[in-house]
């Protein structure tokens, strides 16, 4: 329940910033999606869960429901601090939880953990600990981190900017084709099928080509250096450390090479692709992925000797969430080799809409901006990776989701910015409903707590991680502070 929890939020916020990011027009959205990233800007809010749910049913739902919280967040430089707790009385705070960005981490101390602070691996550190890094090499997971954000806030320039190396693997890649191979579809229609096998050491290669191509253009270059500093810029962008990049995609493992296959039609109109990457379990703990794209519809599978993960989407999923109103559809799965935990398995089908209105309102000078989500979550196995079974996917209760996101503002860049969100969230056994409120706002005084001594949640095994999650939950069940039993 928890993940379900976490996914449905994340979710929903993740469509309404995506919304935000993909618009033409400055809406509140973007406003608020601007001033959630300047350290100029605080944040001041609340939220609270209203479910029946016991403890047996879900110990996270049981240890937050019918307590209010408020949310206190600001940033400072590369750090950022958030606070929850609950205030009884004016002035007064009590069971505080705070997270705090720091060193391409995130720090956790809680009153619901007395006299623990936990260390969370950030995006950087966590792409850090995965990478073979020689002596005093610089590792890249700060400057991957930093082109993804990039990336995200600027996309048409970076599409402009990377097409012609497009153009230019297209090309790299011809030169390992194999002889095509004709044949016919349902329809009876002639279709050609090419398929590339590149070996591994012509892969390390082209990457580190790749990597000295970006370095020297000009406009990659204008993309990639304000996101970095001096010292990055000195580091990232030198062509003297392709020794050192090859060096450590040798440490990689590329069994097979990499298998690339185009399905083609009489006129030679591509009708699918299919790239299939064999990946070093030391290093990624999976052993291939495999990307695929066929009528319209974009899937990607990832599998490890435990596992195999699958998500299947339309092509045109950032075009189609910019839109005012919308229907789409997207599979999702995970289905576990172990026998004892394939009752876990699932293949689900997510049916998402949304409906968008604006106004404004005259006595208050204030615009309004509401967007409303349905999503229906069934069992489907339309888009199993081939060679699972459908007889894999055990019955799967079906839920229902309902989320209201409404922004509310003034004019102007700088006026405050009011997010409201409802989540409601049915399956035949359980319900919850999640209300929260967020306002940017002016700054305060940056004074985070100091992270001593912490517990590093990745070099944790389950059971101690078990522990501390248990005893988070029986303290929060205990100490929260709860308006109402029920909703």
């Known amino acids: 329940m928890k993940r379900a929890l976490m996914l449905v939020m994340t979710l929903m916020m993740a ?106 691996p950030g995006a950087a550190t966590l792409i850090s600990g995965k990478l073979p890094v020689q002596g005093d090499n610089p590792s890249i997971s700060g400057m991957m981190v930093s082109l993804f954000e990039r990336a995200r806030s600027n996309p048409d320039s970076w599409k402009q900017a990377f097409g012609r190396f497009e153009r230019q693997a297209e090309i790299w890649l011809s030169e390992f084709a194999s002889d095509p191979v004709i044949t016919r579809d349902e329809s009876n229609a002639v279709q050609m099928k090419l398929t590339y096998i590149i070996p591994e050491d012509k892969v390390r290669a082209y990457i580190v080509q790749l990597i000295q191509s970006f370095a020297s253009d000009p406009e990659v270059l204008t993309l990639i250096a304000p996101a970095m500093s001096d010292e990055e810029r000195n580091l990232y962008l030198n062509g003297n450390l392709s020794a050192y990049y090859l060096e450590a995609l040798e440490q990689m493992r590329f069994e097979g090479g990499v298998r690339f296959e185009k399905v083609a039609s009489a006129l030679g109109e591509t009708l699918s692709t299919t790239l299939t990457l064999p990946l070093d379990p030391a290093f990624t703990r999976c052993t291939s992925c495999t990307f695929s794209e066929s009528q319209g519809l974009i899937s990607v599978i990832l599998r490890s000797e435990e596992m195999t993960c699958f998500l299947t989407l339309p092509g045109s999923m950032e075009e189609t969430f910019s839109q005012e109103q919308f229907s789409s559809t997207l599979w999702a799965g995970q289905i576990y080799s172990e026998k004892e935990k394939q009752e876990q398995n699932r293949a689900v089908r997510f049916d998402i809409s949304k409906e968008s209105e604006s106004s404004y309102d005259e006595e208050a000078q204030r615009s309004h901006e509401i967007q409303r989500y349905t999503a229906e979550i069934t069992r489907d196995v339309t888009a199993l990776p081939e060679g699972i079974p459908e007889s894999a996917i055990p019955e799967y209760a079906d839920r229902h989701i309902d989320a209201v996101v409404h922004y509310s503002g003034k004019a102007g860049s700088n006026a405050p910015t009011t997010l409201e969100l409802t989540v409601d969230y049915q399956r035949p056994d359980l319900k919850w409903t999640a209300e929260g409120k967020i306002r940017t706002s002016s700054t305060w005084p940056f004074l985070p707590f100091d992270p001593v001594n912490p517990v590093n949640v990745a070099e944790m095994d389950e059971g101690a991680l078990g522990m501390k999650i248990a005893e988070f939950l029986m303290n929060a069940a205990t100490k929260a502070i709860r308006s109402t039993e029920s909703n």
């Open 15 to 120: 469509i309404s910033f995506l919304s935000a990011a993909q618009a033409a027009e400055v809406t509140l959205a973007v406003r608020m999606d601007r001033q959630m990233q300047n350290d100029g800007n605080g944040i001041r809010g609340s939220f609270v869960i209203h479910s029946d749910a016991t403890a047996a049913e879900s110990p996270l739902l049981a240890a937050l429901a019918n307590a209010e919280f408020s949310i206190l967040r600001n940033a400072q430089d590369d750090q950022w601090h958030l606070q929850i707790f609950q205030s009884p009385q004016e002035d007064q705070q009590v069971n505080r939880t705070e997270l705090l960005g720091k060193d391409g981490s995130v720090f956790l101390r809680s009153d619901f953990l007395p006299d623990t602070v936990m260390e969370l």
